[in-house]
């Protein structure tokens, strides 16, 4: 499947996931980044222009969730025109948390563990 290469910022704090995901992103050819917690990928995301923030919602030091809100505000800070797509990652029953994620301002969720297609729906 042909697709275009994008910069990826996966914040995740446990390193099982991380391999899991790097290893289903680089098969597409993608750009990825790590941040251990939510702290880290706010700044990441100061420092680097991405296309999509694969967001875990329970991590050390910030959460996926204040991670997404402090994202949002320096988006609308900066008068972006271009808001970066920010998908939750989670093991948890979606049902549970998807109005936080949607309140928090991300633009959807996939489970884990990944499955391929909805990594490729996100990707596409």
Same mark, same amino acid.
């Given at each position: 499947? /042909?697709?275009?290469?994008? #910069?990826?910022?996966?914040?995740?704090?446990?390193?099982?996931?991380?391999?899991?995901?790097?290893?289903?992103?680089?098969?597409?050819?993608?750009?990825?980044?790590?941040?251990?917690? +939510? #702290?880290?990928?706010?700044?990441?995301?100061?420092?680097?222009?991405?296309?999509?923030?694969?967001?875990?919602?329970?991590?050390?030091?910030?959460?996926?969730?204040?991670?997404?809100?402090?994202? #949002? /505000?320096?988006?609308?800070?900066?008068? #972006?025109?271009?808001?970066?797509?920010?998908?939750?990652?989670?093991?948890?029953?979606?049902?549970?948390?998807?109005?936080?994620?949607?309140?928090? +301002?991300?633009?959807?969720?996939?489970?884990?563990?990944?499955?391929?297609?909805?990594?490729?729906?996100?990707?596409?």
């Amino acid at each position: 499947m /042909e697709m275009n290469k994008k #910069r990826i910022l996966l914040a995740e704090d446990n390193a099982i996931n991380q391999k899991v995901a790097l290893l289903m992103l680089k098969k597409y050819d993608q750009s990825i980044d790590i941040a251990d917690n +939510g #702290r880290i990928a706010v700044e990441k995301f100061l420092q680097y222009n991405y296309d999509l923030v694969l967001m875990d919602l329970h991590m050390p030091e910030l959460d996926g969730f204040e991670a997404t809100m402090q994202i #949002r /505000e320096i988006e609308n800070k900066e008068k #972006r025109e271009t808001k970066v797509k920010i998908y939750a990652m989670t093991a948890s029953s979606i049902s549970d948390e998807s109005e936080r994620c949607y309140a928090a +301002g991300m633009d959807g969720y996939i489970s884990k563990p990944f499955k391929a297609e909805e990594v490729i729906n996100v990707l596409t």
